[in-house]
């Protein structure tokens, strides 16, 4: 089993910044360079969104955006840490939701942006953008 847990939520104001982490672990977990990560959104009655998702290593470490973010939102990865991060810049009210990161090691890339593809997940993190 693979262990996923989000942290770094919170209110801010639109504008503003945040920065998402999903920390890894787990008696099978093997080091997040093995793992495709992806961060999905839910906001309050709609479907989960993808948002990015960066490729483990050995597929060239590729890392790809929703058309919503791409601009504003950055992932990195720190293998040492088993950490994966997400740089949320110049946030808009519409970015509101709970985040979640996801694991899975054996996604190809066309299958990074369907959250039913990864087999773990942590349990989200708020994010509110509001005055």
């Known amino acids: 089993q693979v262990q996923l847990v989000e942290s770094g939520g919170g209110l801010v104001q639109p504008g503003g910044s945040l920065r998402l982490s999903c920390a890894a672990s787990?008696?099978?977990?093997?080091?997040?360079?093995?793992?495709?990560v992806g961060w999905f959104r839910q906001a309050p009655g709609k479907e989960r969104e993808f948002v990015g998702a960066?490729?483990?290593?050995?597929?060239?470490?590729?890392?790809v955006y929703s058309d919503a973010v791409k601009d504003r939102f950055r992932i990195s990865k720190d293998n040492a840490k088993n950490a994966v991060y997400l740089q949320m810049d110049s946030l808009k009210p519409e970015d509101t939701g709970i985040y979640y990161c996801?694991?899975?090691?054996?996604?190809?890339?066309?299958?990074?942006?369907?959250?039913?593809?990864?087999?773990?997940w942590g349990q989200g993190t708020q994010v509110t953008v509001s005055s």
């Open positions: 996801a694991a899975d090691q054996r996604l190809i890339l066309s299958s990074l942006s369907l959250g039913e593809q990864y087999d773990y």
């Open positions: 960066i490729r483990r290593q050995g597929t060239g470490g590729r890392i």
């Open positions: 787990g008696p099978s977990f093997t080091g997040i360079r093995n793992y495709d």
